[in-house]
Structure formats: structure tokens, C-alpha cells
């Protein structure tokens, strides 16, 4: 009686069902684990005798992934609610310009800029990632902090690359968030007003 570990021969008769069924799983195992396999199956013919499936290459490791952290919308909603509150920025982005002349968006739109930057002002140190001119040529070694700097136009091959610097980025250096009491709902971003 043939097992599952049988394998047919050219000059014996062909397999029992249960060696079918043991070479089946080998074959649904190799299929799932080398794509090299699963190509060479695809690519025969309808009804073609399928050539032995040899077992699966040992898997090479996989890049570590990257980590995702949650961030906490608080600080970002703390942020919209102070550029709300000095900027009516969430009143003029929602508002419809078309209705508005040139000169009356501008007017507002020059309210807004003045309470943005008084925002920033207050609460960030902002600082810029590069300390040379824009327009400068600039050099960036091996090993350039890629999430600091990032190369457009024509990029090919390896570091180090020669540049111009188009624009010189910016950093925050500091954060000056006010704290938030217990139980404050950031999610509220201005009160609603009511006159009585």
C-alpha cells in the first residue's frame, strides 16, 4: 500500500490517492511559499503535465518593518483651536470667496497671515534645516538625513550629490503648547457664542 511519502517514478504506476493527496500538500506549500513555483505552474499550458514541484526555497528575511505609532490628535487640535481663535482661519477656510471681491479677500486674508504668524510666534521656535542662502550650491554626503532633505530633479546614482538648494526647509526647535486642563474636550475648537 503506498503512504504519503511515495513519489512516482518514471517506470513505476502511477500514485495512490493518498500519495495524490500527501504530493498535493507539498505542491499547495511550495506554491505558497516560492512565487518562483507558483510562475513556472501559471505559465504552463491547459492539461500539461505539471514537472515535480521541488520544495520551497528557504525564505529569505524580510526587512525589519517600520513601526507606526498612534499619534494623539490633542496637540494637533489644541493648535487648530489657537489658529481659530487668533486667525479665524477655520471661518475664512470654510468660507465661500466667491462671493467676495479681490480686495475684501485680500483685507481678510491679511488678517488671517497676522494672526497665523502670531500663532507660531508664540508657541514654536521655528528654525531652518539648512543654514546656507537658497540659490547656493550645496554638497550632501553619504548618509544625509533623507527625511531632512529631499532631492528633486534629475537623481541617479549614489551619494555623494551636488545641489542647489531651492529651499532651505524648516525645523521646529521648540513647542510651547499651553496645557490643558483635566477633562478639557480638545475637540471643541471655539465655543459657539451665544448673545443674550
Not at 521648540?174 to 451665544?194: I, K
Amino acid at each position: 500500500m503506498a503512504t504519503s511519502n511515495d513519489t512516482p517514478s518514471s517506470s513505476s504506476k502511477p500514485p495512490s490517492f493518498f500519495a495524490r493527496i500527501g504530493l498535493a500538500f507539498r505542491a499547495f506549500s511550495a506554491v505558497l511559499g516560492d512565487p518562483g513555483t507558483a510562475a513556472r505552474l501559471l505559465d504552463e499550458p491547459a492539461g500539461a503535465t505539471a514537472a515535480p514541484v521541488a520544495p520551497p526555497a528557504p525564505a529569505t528575511p524580510a526587512a525589519p518593518a517600520t513601526t507606526l505609532k498612534q499619534a494623539s490628535p490633542d496637540s494637533a487640535l489644541q493648535l487648530l483651536s489657537l489658529l481659530q481663535r487668533d486667525a479665524r482661519l477655520i471661518d475664512f477656510a470654510g468660507e465661500n470667496l466667491a462671493d467676495y471681491s479681490d480686495a475684501q479677500v485680500g483685507a481678510a486674508a491679511r488678517l488671517v497671515h497676522e494672526g497665523c504668524a502670531k500663532v507660531l510666534r508664540e508657541h514654536f521656535q521655528i528654525v531652518p534645516v539648512r543654514e546656507e542662502p537658497e540659490g547656493s550650491r550645496v554638497a550632501l554626503a553619504a548618509g544625509f538625513d533623507a527625511a531632512a532633505v529631499r532631492l528633486t530633479g534629475n537623481v541617479v546614482g549614489q551619494p555623494p550629490f551636488n545641489g542647489s538648494l531651492r529651499h532651505r526647509g524648516w525645523r521646529v526647535a521648540e513647542v510651547r503648547l499651553p496645557q490643558v486642563a483635566e477633562g478639557h474636550d480638545t475637540r471643541v475648537l471655539a465655543a459657539a457664542e451665544v448673545e443674550l
